[in-house]
């Protein structure tokens, strides 16, 4: 049989854009198959179905208090098991006999578990470490204790047994008349000595005893709860806490008068506490509508300042004196619309166990670090404050023609030194200044990237930190662990190899766990000691499952930035049924930073937008750009500064012309992009700024028009311009291109996709961007996701099939899912309710 086609009706078929021609030709059915997208293949690489192939992928140590042991948890396809590791033995040993242990629990629940299914909750030792206690939920009904209203729906529960388990003699025991207590309620701040704990309430402050935050940590609507009020002033978008961020309209006025979080840092001694309070009040409104909200639509109002807006939010910091009950307003001002923020204590290792755990400000009974910011980001100080006169000392400046960036600093000897985090010479290094913040030393130099204080020794003098980039022959992102003396002497790396490092230390810095892979390897973590020895090995991952369905591992590689001179570092995913002999179509999955550039270094069972989309018939690539990751040289990080719309898009497209030059089996006239949020805007803007080049995007909760994004993250990485004028008044200037500028220039084939109630990138951006498409008489696909934030929640899985469509129509030609109303494939993986 033969078929009559019009060289336009080919063309929408094949994904290509329309030919001029109108003449009429044949083509045989029998010589012309209809190009197909492989969806059954990345239907088996769902998240759903990737949950049951791979299971731990790094070990997670508890360390404990006493001792330099840590337990953890690790689940195979065989189940899960739960460890006791002591370094210093070299020993490690499972906490149970799982069988055993299963059919003690099924004797006194009276429902069936075995060895790979013990479903222990909130294990946790005891407090000399001879024993664990944990829950296990029942089959059994149970009334809820608390409930007024018995017939309501959600007045039943299951019942919980509550189990003590001793190590040395393996004896279980059912703790009887176990009532499980509430978990910390969020609304709570409390004191290092448990004396006190600070909330809000309708904007002010309040604070309770320990004995009345038992009471509402047990039933929070308990009549007897005795609360003080600290303050009387509080106002919406002036308050000394929460104003509820992230409520619609009527949720907010309804949940006023509740609790809610003081953020507030204490002093070790509990007698002093601080707070940033932020005047919004003349910050301009925005506003979302939730229109699937249960009855009528809501809406919800909350302050978001723009680029170049006057009125900007007030921050002030408060010393409050908590014996006396007082407070005042530190004098902080240096900088106009400057932004504050003191900085908390580092949590130990050992604490993470701890739900009770205080936040503590960094420093001591009298002094507190806190850091002040101009608005423009090109100035940052290092300040403390003098707790009894309230005195305000800068310790350290740092000055940039472009923006700062400033970490926690470490403090020695209570304060008596100071390592500081610093981008100064170009790149991140750490530097030692005395008390009074004077520079003794840079601790750190060369041409590598320092990224986190994990441990100060101030015994032997030595810092443990994490870097990148120092190691010749290792793709420069890969982190590892080193340790140097404060005078910069005797620099070690403590976990080489050729991987990207994940490291927990614990707080003595006797030992570490090492967690180690690259894209194109199997996880392993080991045990190491502070010389970089490894004293045991831990885990391999097991991929068994996974390498069962024919799964293969991405391939990294290197290419040229747009320049010809800067290497930027990628991988590529490939179907994996990949025939070397075939042309596949490219598709970049994009963000453009700066904060990262979204490049896998280490394995990763998150799938979706790599390995998933190449199943349907793609190679597809993710890669770096200059003005991406900050784990480079400051140069690197801030050359899209000044040009926040195209300054990665050359070397998007440069990366793709060099494989394409380096792999026949890639079609470099066939090139999509995709990518959410930065990636969103990216892959739009590539589309007007190169429309011959890519010819089909996905562009989801993109900010395209950052003019309307919010001030901070804009005019950080563009910059604002300050303006003094004669009379000494300060203004900010910004100015930015967008991508309504460009919609004239589309070609390809658009999809625009942005959830209605996202908060962060205000579906506006995705809108204005539309209407210049409209106006400019540009077809494309527009696609409003209901009810969904920026990440899209629930719908994900709906979105990604959508956006998988869209490729698989105009980069393969597949356009047999067009009709229909689901994708079967789509559908097996929606859980059945009964």
């Known amino acids: 049989m033969k078929k009559l086609y019009t060289p336009l009706l080919l063309s929408l078929c094949m994904g290509y854009s329309a030919m001029a021609q109108t003449k009429t030709f044949t083509i045989t059915e029998s010589t012309v198959a209809a190009p197909k997208a492989n969806y059954q293949l990345a239907s088996r690489f769902s998240p759903a179905k990737l949950k049951k192939m791979v299971y731990s992928t790094a070990v997670d140590p508890h360390w404990l208090k006493l001792s330099n042991r840590f337990w953890y948890e690790y689940e195979t396809p065989s189940g899960k098991e739960w460890y006791l590791v002591d370094p210093s033995a070299k020993t490690k040993k499972k906490i149970f006999d799982n069988a055993k242990l299963a059919a003690e629990i099924t004797t006194i629940i009276r429902d069936p578990f075995d060895a790979q299914h013990l479903p222990l909750e909130n294990l946790k030792f005891s407090a000399d470490e001879k024993a664990v206690t944990f829950e296990v939920k029942s089959s059994i009904d149970e009334l809820k204790k608390d409930r007024k209203d018995k017939k309501a729906a959600d007045s039943m529960q299951k019942k919980v047994y509550f189990f003590n388990y001793v190590l040395a003699s393996a004896k279980l025991t059912e703790v009887s008349n176990y009532e499980k207590p509430k978990a910390k309620p969020s609304w709570g701040s409390v004191a290092p000595d448990s004396s006190a704990i600070i909330f809000t309430r309708n904007y002010n402050l309040y604070w309770m005893d320990k004995a009345n935050y038992k009471k509402a940590v047990k039933n929070e609507e308990d009549s007897t709860i005795v609360e003080n009020q600290l303050t009387k002033d509080g106002l919406k978008f002036y308050s000394y806490g929460s104003n509820g961020d992230g409520e619609n309209n009527e949720e907010n006025e309804k949940n006023n008068k509740k ?9 070790p001694n509990s007698k002093y506490f601080v707070l940033n309070r932020s005047d919004s009040r003349k910050v301009k409104d925005l506003w979302v509508i939730n229109n699937i909200s249960a009855g009528r639509p809501t809406l919800e109002t909350y302050k978001y300042q723009m680029p170049g807006e006057p009125e900007a939010p007030i921050d002030e910091m408060l010393l409050f004196d908590f014996s006396a009950k007082t407070y005042k307003k530190l004098n902080t001002a240096a900088f106009k619309d400057q932004s504050v923020s003191a900085w908390g204590a580092p949590s130990l290792n050992k604490d993470r166990d701890n739900e009770f755990r205080p936040s503590i400000w960094l420093g001591n009974n009298s002094k507190i670090y806190f850091s002040r910011t101009s608005r423009d980001l090109k100035r940052v100080d290092v300040c403390t404050v003098d707790i009894h006169t309230g005195t305000v000392t800068p310790l350290i400046d740092e000055r940039f023609n472009t923006y700062v960036e400033v970490n926690r ?49 101030e015994k032997n003098r030595v810092l443990y930190f994490t870097a990148n980039g120092r190691e010749s022959k290792e793709d420069p992102y890969y982190v590892h662990l080193y340790r140097i003396n404060f005078d910069g002497s005797g620099i070690k790396l403590l976990n080489a190899g050729d991987f990207d490092h994940a490291i927990s230390m614990n707080d003595e810095a006797k030992f570490f766990v090492d967690n180690f892979s690259r894209v194109n390897t199997t996880p392993k973590a080991v045990v190491m000691d502070n010389n970089g020895r490894v004293v045991m090995n831990l885990e391999t991952t097991d991929l068994s499952l996974l390498m069962a369905t024919g799964y293969k591992f991405p391939e990294p590689f290197k290419v040229k930035a747009d320049d010809g001179i800067t290497d930027i570092y990628g991988v590529m995913y490939k179907p994996f049924d990949f025939d070397p002999k075939k042309k596949y179509p490219i598709i970049e999955y994009v963000y453009p930073g700066p904060q990262t550039e979204a490049v896998n270094k280490a394995f990763s069972k998150s799938m979706d937008r790599t390995e998933r989309l190449a199943q349907f018939g793609y190679i597809v690539i993710t890669v770096g750009n200059r003005g991406g990751n900050p784990a480079r040289s400051k140069w690197y990080h801030t050359f899209g500064y000044g040009n926040l719309r ?46 011959d080049f890519f010819k089909a995007a996905v562009s989801n909760a993109g900010n395209h028009d950052n003019s309307i994004y919010n001030r901070w993250w804009s005019e950080k990485h563009h910059g604002v311009k300050e303006i003094i004028s004669a009379k000494g008044d300060t203004t900010f200037k910004y100015s930015i291109d967008k991508n309504p500028d460009l919609a004239k220039n589309l070609k390809g084939h658009l999809m625009l996709m942005t959830g209605d109630i996202d908060n962060n990138v205000h579906p506006a951006n995705t809108i204005r961007v539309a209407n210049a498409l409209m106006k400019a008489g540009k077809r494309f696909e527009f696609v409003i996701v209901p009810g969904q934030r920026h990440g899209f929640g629930d719908l994900t899985e709906y979105t990604f099939w959508k956006l998988a469509d869209h490729f698989n129509k105009y980069l393969i030609g597949d356009f047999s899912q067009t009709d229909q109303i689901d994708v079967v494939e789509m559908e097996r993986e929606i859980e059945q309710k009964k």
């Open 409 to 457: 600093p470490g403090l020695v000897n209570d304060g008596k030194e100071i390592i500081h985090w610093s981008e100064r010479d170009g790149w991140g290094h750490f530097y030692l200044f005395d008390a009074a913040g004077k520079l003794k030393n840079q601790i750190t130099k060369g041409a590598f990237h320092c990224e986190d204080i994990v441990n100060v020794d």
């Open 646 to 691: 195209d300054y990665g898009l050359a070397d998007k497209k440069a990366a793709v012309e060099q494989l394409a030059d380096r792999n026949s089996f890639i079609d470099a006239s066939r090139v999509g992009i995709t990518g959410h949020s930065g990636g969103g805007f990216m892959s739009t803007a590539a589309m007007l700024v190169y429309p």
């Open 259 to 267: 609790r809610r979080r003081a953020y507030v840092l204490w002093s």
